[in-house]
């Protein structure tokens, strides 16, 4: 089994940064898409930004020219760089990968996988 591990939320100003890091927990194979997703209270889960494995990006209209989705391919990690945070972007932030494939001895797997959150609070 694969966990992906977030980590880099916490309380933030308004206009301020934060950087998020999610990694596998273990080796992989490979992994095609990744990305961040965020909950907010009373709100529905909404798309932030994913990236392929080429390193095509997509983001989320609202935080174009503010966040930046990065990874390493040799950690297994993908980045949500945030900056000019606003208080309506406190949310739980969630990791997500899309069809990674990993083995365990000789059995292989490949799967989805969702982190299990970090909140991120944006507040002064």
């Known amino acids: 089994q694969v966990q992906l591990v977030e980590s880099g939320g916490g309380l933030v100003q308004p206009g301020g940064s934060l950087r998020l890091s999610c990694a596998a927990s273990r080796s992989i194979i490979s992994v095609n898409s990744m990305g961040w997703y965020r909950h907010a209270p009373g709100k529905q889960r909404e798309l932030v930004a994913t990236?392929?494995?080429?390193?095509?990006?997509n983001y989320a209209s609202s935080v174009k020219g503010r966040f930046t989705i990065s990874r390493d391919n040799g950690k297994n990690t993908v980045y949500l760089q945030m900056s000019g945070l606003k208080p309506e972007e406190t949310a739980v932030y969630y990791c997500?990968?899309?069809?990674?494939?990993?083995?365990?001895?000789?059995?292989?797997?490949?799967?989805?996988?969702w982190g299990q959150g970090t909140q991120v609070i944006v507040s002064s």
């Open positions: 997500t990968a899309d069809h990674l494939n990993y083995c365990s001895g000789s059995r292989c797997d490949e799967a989805d996988y």
């Open positions: 990236i392929t494995s080429g390193g095509n990006r």
